[in-house]
């Protein structure tokens, strides 16, 4: 859902501490695009082709609630959905009185825009994440995850470098952990479970986020690359670019409105989105954000 089309004042210019751990990725190359046949024609999973990656370390999570916390106590920073008074919430995790609901979008009515919503009340004005600092943080734009990367000295993961590091070494998988389903023998990932949009069962232990180390991690040391929170990724988003990628350490198209976002969500249900794999693209404008969206960074 976009929220608006303003943009946040920019953080302090002091450097910080990055504090989530770090998975040293080397140098290799792998098959990037969809191995399994599960692509979505619109998002552009194909034409599978060849990539080669320089070296980079990656964040073992999504950034925390208490590390954007360390950013906004140390700059002063106002996300996005601060400033601009609300952001987007599934129907079902909406704590708020009924006058905070400022939408409902026609083409997906389970999303609610509720006034007050923000990284700090993920579900409204009567919720907060005091019990939550080891959650992923949601309701953060592209653009305040580039301006906590500024402040951390980091930056962003391109979509082959999210990819790669998503696969953990298992170069045509469909998920972190190899072929198998999600619900094969236990649930390996934070997905949708019920009926999707009117009844979650929360069949894996939650109804919306998960904390960061939640399940088991891939081949390299990442944890929740796929459910949890969609991730934001550097690039521009075209659904054609595979055709014209680079073979190596692609950037992405040089033009486009909408940024690049991979991994899919808690919200994510075989019935409607299948995007909890670890070829499956989506995108949104650079200042929407939402509460099951958030980000892990990378640096050379």
């Known amino acids: 859902m976009q929220i608006g089309t303003a943009s946040p004042p920019p953080p302090s210019s002091a450097r910080g501490t990055h504090a989530i751990e770090q998975v040293a990725i080397a140098a290799g190359s792998f098959t990037m695009g969809d191995s399994s046949g599960d692509e979505n024609p619109a998002d552009g999973e194909t034409p599978r082709h060849r990539v080669r990656l320089s070296a980079f370390s990656i964040d073992a999570t999504s950034v925390t609630n208490d590390a954007f916390a360390a950013f906004v106590d140390a700059t002063g920073y106002r996300t996005e959905a601060e400033v601009f008074g ?124 998960a904390p960061v180390r939640s399940f088991a991690p891939n081949g390299f040391g990442l944890w929740q690359t796929v459910g949890n929170v969609w991730e934001w990724c550097e690039d521009r988003f075209d659904p054609g670019y595979y055709a014209q990628s680079p073979e190596t350490d692609p950037q992405g198209p040089r033009s486009g409105d909408v940024r690049v976002l991979r991994g899919g969500s808690y919200l994510c249900h075989i019935s409607y989105c299948n995007r909890y794999r670890n070829s499956a693209r989506s995108q949104n404008t650079p200042d929407s954000s939402m509460g099951n969206a958030g980000f892990r960074t990378v640096a050379r």
């Open 86 to 209: 609300y952001s987007a919430v599934f129907h079902l995790a909406v704590t708020a009185p009924e006058q905070d609901i400022v939408g409902v979008p026609p083409q997906t009515p389970w999303w609610r825009g509720v006034r007050g919503a923000d990284w700090r009340h993920p579900g409204g004005a009567g919720s907060d994440i005091v019990d939550r600092g080891d959650h992923p943080v949601v309701h953060v734009s592209w653009n305040d995850a580039q301006a906590y990367c500024a402040w951390a000295g980091r930056r962003l993961p391109t979509e082959a470098e999210w990819e790669y590091a998503s696969r953990g070494g298992l170069d045509a998988a469909k998920y972190p952990w190899g072929d198998e389903e999600v619900d094969d023998g236990g649930w390996r990932a934070n997905i949708f479970q019920g009926e999707f949009p009117a009844r979650n069962t929360a069949e894996d232990g939650w109804s919306t986020t």
